[in-house]
């Protein structure tokens, strides 16, 4: 799986000049990719935990999120819920990729 996420990624970035945002949920990464370090330090981190107060643990070597799915359809807004940890501003500026 390590492998296959290094492909996708290494071929997003050639394609875009940008990497792709990791969208997983801590159970899922660390069971599936076995603990695996190798993203954290060049890709965003998009952690799915629904129904909680907090994103609580990250998978392997996160020490932040930056999108935090918390709940898929049941919230105030139409759709899945979710948080980004930042500004606005900064909000624009990622999207924009600077």
């Known amino acids: 799986m390590v492998g296959w996420i290094k492909s996708f990624s ?7 000049g940008r990497r792709p945002v990791i969208y997983t949920t801590t159970h899922w990464w660390n069971t599936c990719t076995g603990n695996s370090r190798a993203f954290a330090g060049n890709h965003h981190l998009w952690v799915a935990r629904y129904n909680a107060a907090s994103a609580g643990p ?3 070597g996160w020490s932040s999120w930056t999108f935090w799915q918390y709940d898929n359809g049941d919230g105030t807004l139409p ?9 606005l501003d900064r909000l ?6 600077t």
């Open 58 to 60: 990250l998978p392997s």
């Open 10 to 16: 290494g071929e997003v970035k050639r394609l875009t």
């Open 79 to 87: 759709g899945d819920q979710n948080l980004f940890d930042g500004s």
């Open 92 to 97: 624009k500026q990622f999207a924009r990729g």
